[in-house]
C-alpha cells in the first residue's frame, strides 16, 4: 500500500517505511527514521485536526 510520509509528504510503500507511529488513534508510516523523530517531538503539526 502506498501510504503519505506525514512530515515530507512523500508517497512511500508502507512495508519499506522507515518508522510507523501512532497518534490519536490513527497510524502512520515515515520515509525515515528522520521525519519520525521530526514526528514525535511535534504530533500535532503534522496530523490534520478534524
Ligand atoms: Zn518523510
Redesign the pocket.
Known sequence: MIVV??????E?EDKKA?GAGEQDGENYC???K??KK?FDEDPNQYVDKK
Open positions: 510520509c506525514p512530515v515530507c509528504k512523500t512511500i522507515g515515515f520515509c525515515c528522520a521525519c521530526q
